[in-house]
């Protein structure tokens, strides 16, 4: 997965690789039992005083509860209660009368202490307390809970595991503790023989936890961001490892061994001190999303293109300058993303790559686009932000998937003119153009029946077309720090249209005090504008009337030619009049 956001001078790619759980309330909740069932999303003054209904799930979260309602502690078939981003400071005893609870989440509260009661739920599978003050001597608590699955302990200041949790919870299958000041693991952790998830994401490991070479069945290993300088090759255990996490850390290699986890299908190494993959690592053919932005290359890895299955693949910031031939083998490839690199031509290699569905080559030395980019048949985004283009690089035109555009120009010469083609582009939702010289924008603009997004900030825009106000999908016009003195008239009339910026111009039409107050004013202000000119329309048509009537001033020679016109239209009325008076003398 990767998100795409708007920077001020660039398309930023940021890698967000597919975890189980990447979020501290992951939508990981276990099968309720599928007989009559009642989901039950309560308020606490909506909450039943006497219950009668078989309740299996109750959602409480973020309702700004002090305390756990009395009334949940009758419901004796729940099964899920949610009571996160609350503000609860004690789990009350009767936490223990939910004899059947199999999942409860109370992370992001106040809570300090596990209370003893919690430790006999002995069907409880799913537990989440991140992000709690909680007290180090009440963890040994939730080694009661032999029936625990699933233990998330996210930021909740752990300067060391408890060892008792690593002793008696033989079946726990994820363990979630990013976010704590963790230097090692316990050896004890060993026992943990089920676990298949563990996250050790935000920590101060500065060595990777040998203990973790040991769990045989795990599949997802997250160390990102900590202080791994080495992985040792032991890691050649984990044969069933399915996603490996290693970004933001130390790295100044990878071990060989690495290349018989054959099941690795995401590995991340972002951001780490890496020269080269091993070449061994052709082998792991299962490879479907790679990340090396941030390690400078000594040249591009030629392994990763014996990867069929690739989809994603983040080479940002590698000191890349071009890209093997052997590249066009990965047809596969949805995500590409090459910024801040060295390439002073656009890579034909990637133009006949027609799955490729996102590609960013922001911030690299591109002159120019060749024709075969048309080959990218599905492209919907397309970053090119800080290159060296001398003008518009008018072959975008060709890619008629295209749904964003990033074309800011930090670098290199500023483009005068928005080519009026740009209407070619009908799929298109995003366009920027930040950091140019443009003076106009096109009429043709008015063309994009999809455009959602135009951010011009810092150009030189004298005004805006009035065919704007027919893209009824605008959400967002930016065009701060601009010429802009006036907006169109109607503009108004796009009713999507939630935010326009307009600072750093000269505005007089609305006025600067009105545009700083946002846009209800400038709607109003755009209204009023054209009741009073429909008014004055009026008033100048009654008028000139008038004058016209009464042949005043440069009206009244037109008087003139209308009285002149009368008097020629009774005459030739009379001349008419005679050869009927004759014709009926004679009858």
């Known amino acids: 997965m990767v998100e795409i956001q708007q920077s001020p001078d660039a398309i930023t790619v940021n890698v967000h690789f597919s975890r189980a759980d990447t979020t501290i309330l992951e939508n990981d909740s276990l099968q309720i039992s599928q007989e009559t069932q009642e989901t039950t999303e309560l308020e606490e003054d909506a909450l039943p005083v006497h219950v009668t209904d078989r309740i299996f799930f109750i959602d409480l979260a973020n309702k700004q509860q002090t305390t756990i309602p009395l009334q949940i502690f009758e419901l004796e078939d729940l099964e899920e209660l949610h009571l996160e981003k609350n503000l609860i400071e004690n789990i009350p005893g009767d936490i223990h009368r939910l004899k059947k609870v199999k999942v409860l989440y109370l992370n992001k509260n106040y809570i300090h202490n596990v209370c003893e009661e919690l430790g006999e739920l002995k069907y409880l599978q799913s537990l989440d307390l991140s992000s709690n003050p909680l007290s180090y001597s009440s963890l040994h608590i939730i080694s009661k809970l032999q029936a625990l699955r699933q233990l998330r302990l996210y930021d909740v200041n752990l300067d060391e595991f408890p060892v008792e949790i690593c002793k008696c919870l033989h079946h726990v299958e994820l363990l979630g503790l990013s976010g704590n000041n963790l230097r090692y693991l316990p050896k004890e952790v060993v026992n943990l023989r089920q676990l298949k998830e563990i996250y050790l994401q935000k920590n101060r490991f500065e060595s990777f936890p040998l203990e973790l070479c040991h769990l045989l069945n795990l599949e997802i290993l997250d160390l990102e961001q900590n202080r791994v300088s080495f992985v040792p090759e032991e890691i050649v255990s984990l044969t069933n490892l399915v996603k490996l ?129 048309t080959g990218l048949s599905n492209l919907k985004c397309l970053g090119l932000t800080g290159n060296r283009f001398s003008v518009f690089p008018e072959e975008v035109f060709l890619l008629q998937s295209l749904e964003k555009l990033y074309l800011g120009q930090d670098k290199g010469i500023k483009f005068m003119t928005l080519p009026r083609d740009i209407s070619k582009l009908q799929n298109l939702k995003e366009l920027y153009l930040e950091n140019n010289c443009l003076e106009y924008l096109p009429p043709s603009i008015g063309l994009l029946s999809n455009l959602e997004i135009v951010d011009c900030h810092n150009n030189l825009l004298k005004e805006l077309p009035d065919s704007i106000c027919q893209v009824q999908g605008l959400q967002r016009l930016l065009v701060q720090n601009n010429q802009l003195f006036q907006l169109p008239e109607n503009l108004d009339n796009l009713q999507k249209l939630q935010l326009v910026l307009l600072d750093g111009n000269p505005m007089t039409d609305p006025p600067v005090e009105v545009c700083s107050q946002g846009n209800l004013a400038i709607w109003e202000y755009l209204r009023e504008k054209r009741h009073q000119k429909a008014k004055a329309t009026k008033i100048q048509a009654w008028w000139r009337g008038q004058m016209v009537q009464k042949g005043l001033g440069i009206f009244a020679e037109l008087q003139k030619l209308l009285k002149k016109g009368k008097k020629d239209k009774k005459g030739k009325e009379k001349g008419k009049e005679k050869p009927g008076k004759g014709a009926k003398g004679k009858k």
């Open 245 to 373: 996490f290693l970004a933001f850390n130390n790295l100044l290699s990878v071990p060989d061994t690495l290349h018989h986890c054959r099941r690795l299908t995401v590995l991340d190494l972002s951001n780490n001190l890496l020269r080269r993959l091993p070449p061994s690592f052709k082998q792991l053919t299962e490879m479907n999303e790679l990340g090396l932005s941030g390690n400078n290359l000594e040249k591009f890895p030629r392994q990763i293109c014996h990867w069929m299955s690739l989809c994603l693949i983040y080479l940002k910031n590698t000191g890349l300058q071009m890209l093997p031939s052997s590249f066009t083998r990965l047809t596969c490839i949805k995500i590409l993303d090459l910024s801040e690199n060295f390439f002073d031509e656009f890579p034909k290699e990637i133009c006949a790559m027609e799955n490729l569905e996102i590609l960013s080559l922001d911030d690299n030395q591109i002159h120019e686009i060749p024709p075969e980019v």
